[in-house]
Structure formats: C-alpha cells, structure tokens
C-alpha cells in the first residue's frame, strides 16, 4: 500500500523559513518522480513543484519560484521542499504526491494527507 | 502558462443523475490530462489520466473524454459517494502543472 507521510509544516512568521518532509513507502521510490501541490483555505488546488526520479530535473510554480527548493533523498524514501521568505499568500495546506511515471510531468496517482503551514505575524 | 477553465463551478444532481463537467485549457495539451476527486477534508483522489485512462480501482461509471483544448468527465449513474469537488489538470510539457479552478458537485 502506497503511503505518503507529510511533516514539518506549522505557523511561521512573514519572511522565515520552514523545510516540509514527506516519508514514502510501498512503492519504489527511487522509480517515480514527486510533486508538493498546495490548497489555501477553502480554496483550489495548485501544483507547487516537482522532482524527477532522480533529481536531475526539478519545476516550480511561478509564485514560488527563487524562494522554495524541492529535494529528494531516494536511499532515504523521502521528499522535501525548502521554503524561504515565507508570505501570508503561502498559507495552505501542502500535499505530497507520488508521479505517475519518472519524469514529473506526470499527474499525481497517490497524496498523502498534508501539513498545515500557516504563515502569520 | 496554461489555464485550466472548468464549467460549470458547481452542479447540482440527484443520484441516478447523469452528469457532464467540461475542462477548457487555454492552449493544446494534446491527451495530458487528468481528473481528480476531492471530498471535504480529504486528499485529492486520481479517477482519470491521460484523459480517458480509468485509474485502477475507479468504478467504471466514471469517464472521461478529449484531446487538444476541450476535456469532459461524465458520471453515468450519480451514486451517494460521488458528491464532492473535482478538479482537472494538465501536465503537459512545461510546468506548471496548473489545475482548473474545481467544480462542486452537490445534493439536489
């Protein structure tokens, strides 16, 4: 059974920083590529970024692109997204993905259940 | 970047309805994309991919149709367990991976 388990997220001051994690198993990982989507309160979803199988091809969204990075650890089944000069248009609920296929322009086939971050003075 | 239009953003049915939601991208995406199933406080649930593809497991009233701009997803016979909101999105190409804004399918 796929499972994704997200952590890290929390209330953040504008401007800081907050590093997510996702923990994957049931799957090879190292065999798919990933994604983090988010969904502000009562809002839509939006992709955030994505990571091929091996981290030689990454993209972002444009909203947060030169401020959040995406990583991947494959010998340890885990996903990351480092998040700098947080704002309050960050605040959602972000959702780690498994892809579809290696390469991360793909669709998401698994989610796991979110963290909150909620960035607030 | 693309944009994903879905129409209608909400929908109201009765079970056993049969029911239609179209996605609109605003430049061909040739078969790239994919339906979503989202019930309130849940994760997002893949139905469809690669525009008529059924996700494994997905009951087959579910499907889907298009290619190039113009996408649709039909529920055939409207059971109980479909009311939620679905989403399409599109993963041509070029990131970003953008979604449609949601259609809210609700109780008659």
């Known amino acids: 059974e796929v499972q994704l388990v997200e952590s890290g997220g929390g209330l953040v001051q504008p401007g800081r920083s907050l590093r997510l994690s996702c923990a994957a198993s049931g799957f090879t990982f190292d065999d798919y590529a990933m994604h983090w989507v988010r969904q502000a309160p009562g809002k839509g979803l939006e992709w955030v970024s994505g990571?091929?199988?091996?981290?030689?091809?990454?993209g972002y969204a444009d909203s947060v692109k030169g401020r959040f990075t995406i990583s991947r650890d494959n010998a340890k089944n885990s996903l990351y997204l480092q998040m700098n000069s947080l704002r309050a248009e960050d605040t959602a609920l972000y959702y780690c993905?498994?892809?579809?296929?290696?390469?991360?322009?793909?669709?998401?086939?698994?989610w796991g259940q979110g963290t909150l971050v909620t960035v607030s003075s | 970047a693309i944009r994903m239009t879905q129409s209608p953003s909400s929908l109201s049915a009765s079970t056993g309805d049969r029911v239609t939601i179209t996605c609109r991208a605003s430049?061909?995406?040739?078969?790239?994309l994919a339906w979503y199933q989202q019930k309130p406080g849940k994760a997002p649930k893949l139905l469809i991919y690669a525009a008529s593809t059924l996700q494994s497991g997905v009951p087959s009233r579910f499907s889907g149709s298009g290619s190039g701009t113009d996408f649709t997803l039909t529920i055939s016979c409207l059971q109980s367990e479909d009311f939620a909101t679905y989403y399409c999105q599109q993963y041509y190409s070029y990131p970003p991976y953008s979604f449609g804004q949601g259609t809210k399918l609700e109780i008659k």
């Open positions: 990571i091929s199988w091996n981290s030689g091809s990454t």
């Open positions: 430049q061909g995406i040739s078969s790239y």
């Open positions: 993905a498994k892809g579809g296929s290696w390469n991360y322009s793909t669709f998401c086939d698994y």
